[in-house]
């Protein structure tokens, strides 16, 4: 059965950080490109950061981009998210993804799907 499970999130201050996993199973995650995406109460889901099969390419949405890093760890069949210097507007449900595809921004494009982790910054 092919499952993703994110964790690591959790409230914190601004200019806090966390750091997300998202643990595959049931499937090789070094043969998918994944991709993070996170959507806020009443807004559309936004792709905030992706990252190719073997790491090598890494893409982030302006918003975060200097204060998040994504990385993979294709061994442990997981990939990460690092968010530093957090601020209000990331507070959001963020959701990894998996794609046979290149990176993108688009979610319609990821083929399988975490259940998400909350992450709220608010002091």
């Known amino acids: 059965q092919l499952q993703f499970v994110e964790s690591g999130g959790g409230l914190v201050q601004p200019g806090g950080s966390l750091r997300l996993s998202c643990v595959a199973s049931?499937?090789?995650?070094?043969?998918?490109?994944i991709g993070w995406f996170r959507q806020a109460p009443g807004k559309e889901r936004e792709g905030v950061s992706c990252i190719s099969s073997s790491g090598g390419i890494t893409n982030y949405v302006d918003s975060t981009k200097g204060r998040f890093t994504i990385s993979r760890d294709n061994a442990k069949n997981t990939v990460y998210l690092q968010m530093n210097s957090l601020k209000p507007e990331d507070t959001a449900v963020y959701y990894c993804?998996?794609?046979?595809?290149?990176?993108?921004?688009?979610?319609?494009?990821?083929?399988?799907w975490g259940q998400g982790t909350q992450v709220t910054v608010s002091s």
């Open positions: 049931g499937f090789t995650l070094a043969y998918y490109a």
């Open positions: 993804a998996a794609t046979w595809r290149i990176c993108s921004g688009y979610g319609n494009r990821y083929d399988y």
